[in-house]
DNA sequence: CATTCAATATTGATACATCAATGAACGAAG
DNA sequence: CTTCGTTCATTGATGTATCAATATTGAATG
């Protein structure tokens, strides 16, 4: 009853939505062998495309706290997939990189995470996803 | 430059834009002199529209896990607005109704949820965000 | 009636979010 | 060079999410 009136309410619809599809994520890539959650999978594609970030800029890039970065990272360098070298200019900032083992993560997982991504959005135009990215991101403009 | 590349990742958006609006109603209802967070307003309100329900109701409705609705309604009873009264037929099950003080809060915040809603959305065209919650749900639907 | 299975709520472990406070190191300005 | 303000990374406190395990109770069935 009430559930309709809910999921009419778009702040509402995008929380679920982002819930079940980590969810989801997290479980395709444990199918697929990869014990990995898809908030650190970002953070480590980021530091794949570009090494060398300090982790303030890579915070600014995937829009997250410092905080969260030193955390997550702490959990990929458990799993040996991501070093920290100290910078040798300013011995505040380290540099990150990722270990071979890293490297070689990501291009596996790659493909699992693509066609995750289609298996979400499946069955809709295209063009209506481009109306719903601007919506979302004029409303992450409206309130950020 | 990458931070255009994410986005224009649906999954990217919603995340940030999820993270965005919840900061921006703490920071407002707190301005407003409201202690809570969304998600515990969100439990709150329905409550208030649908008393003597139990857990396991709430939480389909809200879509949230029952473990959640336990922790959050913990808060919610700690500030004195929930009450859990222990259902006569089955003593597995809590009915939970609000406080006088739970009743009179929702009718004051409703106000302010509303105007927070309406400044998230400034300048949005209904039709967009009706597209924009058409994907979401799809989205929603494939994976869960 | 007793055994067994299912439902309700809670709790523990872990992951991620925020804000606030910290320590260390840099940079500029006296 | 010393002081002062800033930046970088980390840590602590708190809120929410997940999954798994638990205790309690109800219901069904032999």
Known sequence: MNEEKLDSIIYFLMDKTVRI?????LKRLKEE?????IDQWVILLRIHEEEQQTQVELAKAVFKDTASITRILDLLHDKKLVRRIPNENDRRKSSLTLTSKGNSYVNHAKKVVFSIREEGIKGIDPKDIE???RVLRKMAENMG
Chains 1, 2 share one sequence.
């Open 21 to 25: 599809s980590k969810k989801y994520s």
């Open 33 to 37: 062998g990869f014990d990995i959650t």
């Open 131 to 133: 109306t719903a990215n």
